[in-house]
């Protein structure tokens, strides 16, 4: 649920808000999927016309540094 708030947040400009949710998604314990599908979404988000993208880019890095930190845990099969 926390994905699609940040997401919402993130679609309304609402970066304040979106910073909020994104450091509670980020700080807690947290499977892949917690942070893969907020990255999508934020990805696609940011390919949306009159996305401040650069705002954007800098809060999706966040995300996908998260993302890609779990999915190093696990080994490639």
């Known amino acids: ?31 892949w999927i917690d942070v893969a599908w907020p990255a999508d979404l934020l990805e696609e988000l940011l390919h949306t016309p009159g996305t401040d993208a650069a705002r954007l880019t800098a809060r999706l890095d966040r995300v996908r540094e998260a993302r890609d930190a779990i999915r190093a845990r696990y080994p490639h099969r």
Do not use: F, K
């Open 1 to 31: 649920m926390g994905g699609v708030r940040a997401g919402r947040r993130a679609g309304l400009e609402d970066w304040p808000d979106l910073d909020a949710r994104l450091t509670g998604l980020l700080s807690g314990p947290r499977e």
